[in-house]
């Protein structure tokens, strides 16, 4: 429902924040195959150009490291055409922020 206000854009944040991780511990540390269809509902919802990714730093470092919130996110949306996956890896905070991706 809130995607009806234009000037509303959402952060994808890594999967720490709502995935649980297995216990014991292992790797890698979530099931992505399994994991809620978030994102896939935000991008329904909002096209990615309303969506840009948010690694939740510093917080995240304590989960699952921020290094591997690139990778997980990068690793589910793979299934996605480039043109999203650059969109919401950069695309759109770039055209929010003004500034240039290289």
């Given at each position: 429902?809130?995607?009806?206000?234009?000037?509303?854009?959402?952060?994808?944040?890594?999967?720490?924040?709502?995935?649980?991780?297995?216990?014991?511990?292992?790797?890698?540390?979530?099931?992505?195959?399994?994991?809620?269809?978030?994102?896939?509902?935000?991008?329904?919802?909002?096209?990615?150009?309303?969506?840009?990714?948010?690694?939740?730093?510093?917080p995240?470092?304590?989960?699952?490291?921020?290094?591997?919130?690139?990778?997980?996110?990068?690793?589910?949306?793979?299934?996605?055409?480039?043109?999203?996956?650059?969109?919401?890896?950069?695309?759109?905070?770039?055209?929010?922020f003004?500034?240039?991706?290289?």
């Open positions: 429902e809130m995607a009806k206000y234009p000037n509303l854009y959402l952060k994808i944040p890594g999967f720490g924040e709502y995935v649980p991780r297995p216990f014991p511990a292992q790797s890698p540390p979530f099931d992505l195959a399994n994991a809620p269809p978030y994102i896939d509902m935000a991008i329904e919802a909002f096209g990615v150009d309303r969506l840009t990714i948010g690694t939740d730093y510093p995240s470092s304590e989960r699952e490291g921020y290094g591997n919130v690139i990778r997980y996110i990068r690793e589910y949306l793979m299934r996605f055409s480039g043109a999203q996956q650059e969109a919401i890896l950069g695309g759109t905070a770039a055209s929010l003004d500034f240039e991706i290289h």
